[in-house]
């Protein structure tokens, strides 16, 4: 009977792509909201991720995510090395500096000090220069998607497009000169802000005077050296907030989503596309299967038993689900793959797959349930009737 | 026809229907009896409970009081497995509306009642082809319904209704949506194919023009027969 089924479902090309496009719908908006989420999200933490070395960050104990940077004293650094099982401890510069460009305009910069002995926390991947190149005067690198966008030159043609900012152009920092010795290659952060990386002591002089200017301890532990212990003891020592990666990372995530409207509104665009395809997938289905009762009613009637229907009415709704999700997760995949080298923020884990099969699944039964309890309790006798 | 096995016997069948508050008597003790090798036609006016009386027979509908038995098997008191089991093994039905699944083919369409019996679709389509062939259709088995006329719609119909080997057939107008000639026709061929001596179709119809097919005619009205009259002259 299970071709019979797939011949009902086929035979009525409008209903099935009808319900098709629901699930399509569904399963699209259930997988390409939630992945510009998970976009988002990461990304109001890639700046932890791509510092990477350290395995401990230290800051005041007021910080609620990594852009609320509430300074310490530099003292604060030698407090930290003095904690035993600590290997290495180094200061971190992160702050908001307006840069002058070219054309006399302003943008605001990150601007990310680097401990000038080591350059520890500097960029994952140089793409032009060297890290080492910060020794130099007056030198900072930037990141290549601010180097594209927000700090280039305007064209001199009036209709040209802007000139990428590159190596040995200047531009100024809070009224100091600044010369670009590389491009870097960063992960996009939640603000989208260029990214300038320095050595600590010249993002010092770049900051506006302020009587603490240390916004980071990077800390690795001493090998052998169990993380979370030397955290707690750090804060213990310090008094101050540390945090390994993965939690410094979680306490950001938390942030967002406690604080902004980022998650009702992407909640929501996930919830209205769950109910919009369950009602066009359910509708038409329901439909579907009412324009053939008295094709199961005939089948009834020639000795098909409601195991034997409800079978057919789940396969059919197995199949327009699993047709349904394959082609939302392969249109949410080609979304993501021609939108990965814009500004969108769009990540795909596998989490988000079980999700939307979840979600598929959960209408494709709803559809389903509604046509079952039409064909059970359908009399065959309605056969004999005009 | 005295000695010929009775392939329906209906002795004090009643139904009544509930309806809105509102109770409808469909049938009122009907008794009946319908040999194997005949060709019975329920004939009378709407409502007189022609249709609901094959329902009962045809085991797709339990009466309320009394025995309907089919080739010996009271299908009232028979459990819903068996009876389905048994209705898909031993009744074949053919509609006024001829109710083809439209997305099949005529052959998958003959098919099914064999698919329904546990026989594999390849044989299902094999059987199913052969009886197009003896209903005159062996160059339309791949036709969907749509490309075909009323009456060999019917036909198709019919074809489906045989190729299970049931030993009853159930009619409800077969000839009522085909014109005088066509009607004749799927007559002469419901005859032809469907009738031998272990087998028994009811035909309900108002259909006056093909009386003429029949080997008993069951007059009803308001519930009951009121007269039986088979063509060997007994009544």
Redesign the interface.
């Given at each position: 009977m299970n071709y019979i089924a797939l011949k009902m479902l086929m035979g009525d090309r409008g209903k099935y792509l009808g319900i098709v496009m629901g699930l399509t719908f569904a399963s699209l908006i259930m997988t390409q909201q939630p992945a510009i989420f998970v976009g988002l999200m990461m990304r109001s933490y890639s700046f932890v991720t791509d510092v990477g070395l350290p395995d401990i960050w230290v800051m005041d104990p007021k910080v609620q995510f990594v852009d609320d940077i509430k300074p310490l004293q530099d003292t604060k650094l030698f407090r930290v090395r003095g904690v035993s099982g600590v290997d290495w401890a180094m200061p971190m510069y992160k702050g908001m500096i307006k840069a002058r460009l070219a054309d006399g305009t302003f943008q605001t910069c990150n601007v990310i000090g680097l401990d000038d002995a080591t350059l520890i926390g500097g960029p994952p991947v140089m793409l032009e220069g060297r890290l080492e190149d910060l020794r130099r005067a007056d030198s900072v690198i930037v990141d290549i998607d601010g180097a594209r966008d927000k700090l280039a030159r305007p064209s001199k043609d009036p209709a040209g497009k802007p000139v990428p900012l590159k190596v040995g152009d200047t531009l100024e920092l809070n009224d100091r000169r600044a010369v670009v010795v590389g491009i870097a290659k960063t992960t996009r952060t939640f603000q989208s802000q260029p990214v300038v990386y320095t050595t600590y002591s010249r993002a010092t002089l770049y900051a506006p005077r302020e009587r603490k200017l240390l916004s980071f301890v990077l800390v690795k532990a001493r090998p052998g050296q169990e993380v979370h212990a030397l955290t707690r003891r750090i804060r213990e020592t310090t008094g101050l907030a540390a945090y390994t990666q993965a939690e410094f990372e979680e306490l950001t995530v938390n942030y967002f989503l406690k604080n902004t409207g980022i998650p009702i509104n992407f909640g929501m665009s996930v919830t209205l596309g769950f109910i919009v395809g369950a009602a066009i997938a359910g509708q038409t289905f329901y439909n579907f299967t009412l324009e053939n009762i008295r094709q199961f009613g005939v089948l009834k009637a020639m000795g098909a038993g409601n195991g034997t229907l409800l079978g057919m009415i789940l396969l059919q709704a197995t199949l327009v689900g699993m047709v349904g999700y394959g082609l939302g997760v392969g249109l949410t995949s080609l979304f993501g793959w021609s939108m990965r080298n814009t500004i969108l923020a769009f990540k795909f884990p596998w989490q988000l797959l079980v999700f939307s099969g979840l979600g598929v699944t959960l209408i494709c039964v709803f559809s389903a349930l509604l046509s079952i309890r039409k064909v059970i309790k359908l009399e065959p006798a309605i056969v004999f009737k005009g | 026809m005295g000695t010929a096995t009775v392939a329906v016997e209906c002795r004090g069948v009643r139904k009544t229907y509930d309806g809105s508050g509102q109770q409808v008597v469909a049938l009122r003790g009907i008794d009946l009896d319908i040999h194997a090798g005949e060709l019975m036609m329920l004939v009378g006016p709407s409502g007189c409970g022609k249709?609901t009386l094959?329902?009962v027979i045809?085991g797709?509908?339990d009466q309320d009081e009394g025995l309907c038995r089919v080739f010996g098997h009271d299908l009232l008191h028979m459990k819903?497995?068996d009876k389905?089991?048994f209705?898909?093994?031993n009744?074949g039905?053919v509609?006024?509306?001829y109710?083809l699944?439209?997305?099949?083919t005529a052959a998958?369409n003959v098919s099914?009642?064999m698919?329904?019996?546990g026989i594999s679709?390849q044989k299902a389509q094999r059987r199913a082809v052969e009886v197009l062939e003896r209903v005159g259709l062996a160059e339309r088995t791949g036709s969907l319904p749509s490309e075909l006329s009323g009456g060999q719609q019917q036909r198709v119909a019919i074809a489906r209704a045989l190729v299970h080997g049931p030993k009853l057939i159930v009619c409800?107008?077969p000839t009522s949506a085909l014109d005088h000639e066509t009607g004749h026709r799927v007559m002469d061929l419901l005859k032809q194919v469907a009738l031998d001596e272990d087998r028994a179709l009811v035909i309900?119809t108002h259909d006056a023009r093909i009386f003429e097919f029949a080997d008993c005619i069951a007059q009803m009205d308001d519930g009951q027969v009121v007269k039986v009259v088979r063509s060997s002259g007994q009544s």
């Open positions: - | 249709t094959i329902s045809a797709i509908l819903d497995k389905l089991r209705r898909a093994a009744i039905f509609f006024q509306t109710n699944l439209p997305s099949l998958e099914i009642p698919i329904l019996n679709r409800d107008e309900v």
